[in-house]
């Protein structure tokens, strides 16, 4: 199971949004609406921000918004700031009922 | 509150093997999935396997089956990860997670394999 493809890195300024994508195949990102979402600061485990490709838990800030399309997910920040600089990694289900994670992207905000 | 709480820092050799454990609290322990997902130094997530907790089912990515085993006492809460033949590219810190969106992290376990 090859990792999902994101784009190494993405950046913007305070105040813009970014969109950050997730592309897979039809056996996992576009097969299934179980994609998620994490972000990661250095040093830390990965925080949840959007599940089954557009659901916020509680407590995540609706700057976050997910989407998908086929067989791209898509996560946007909205309102860019500083805290926002960080790695984020997609995830999806498979048809192999196993799981597997994008690449990762780095997020500076310049 | 939710927490997993894993095992310390593991260094071991080539071709040794390595148990880590995740101690669950906050929530009925029977009721989620756990997993297992690792980072190596400066790389990014890679999914190893999980197991459904109240049935012991238990589910491997292709890349670790073989030499990956993970395991659960319900009477500890407690779920865990035993990799064997370790080599040098099993460097990484090992995270335990909780159910099919990984709501929940442990705080990490660097195993270290060194000669």
């Known amino acids: 199971q090859s990792a999902l493809t994101q784009p190494a890195s993405v950046s913007g300024s305070p105040g813009q949004s970014i969109t950050i994508s997730c592309t897979g195949t039809?056996?996992?990102?576009?097969?299934?609406?179980?994609v998620t979402w994490h972000q990661q600061h250095p040093g830390q485990a990965p925080k949840l921000l959007i599940y089954?490709?557009?659901n916020r838990p509680s407590g995540v800030s609706n700057r976050f918004s997910g989407s998908k399309s086929g067989n791209t997910a898509s996560l946007t920040i909205s309102g860019l700031q500083a805290e926002d600089e960080a790695d984020y990694y997609c995830?999806?289900?498979?048809?192999?009922?196993?799981?597997?994670f994008g690449i990762g992207t780095k997020v500076t905000v310049l | 509150q939710v927490q997993l709480v894993q095992s310390g820092a593991e260094v071991t050799e080539p071709g040794a093997s390595v148990k880590v454990s995740c101690k669950a609290s906050?929530?009925?322990?029977?009721?989620?999935?756990i997993y297992w997902v690792r980072q190596a130094p400066g790389q990014g997530l890679e999914w190893m396997g999980g197991?459904?907790?109240?049935?012991?089912?238990?589910g491997y990515s292709a890349k670790f089956r073989g030499r990956v085993t993970i395991t659960r006492d319900t009477s500890a809460s407690t779920a865990y990860m035993e990799l064997t033949s370790l080599r040098s590219e099993d460097t990484a810190v090992y995270y335990c997670?909780?159910?099919?969106?990984?709501?929940?992290w442990g705080q990490g376990t660097l195993v270290t394999v060194s000669s």
């Open positions: 995830s999806s289900y498979t048809s192999s009922n196993t799981y597997v």
């Open positions: 197991i459904n907790v109240g049935n012991g089912n238990t």
């Open positions: 906050g929530y009925t322990f029977s009721g989620y999935d």
């Open positions: 997670a909780r159910q099919r969106y990984f709501d929940f």
């Open positions: 039809s056996s996992d990102v576009g097969g299934y609406n179980y």
């Open positions: 089954d490709v557009n």
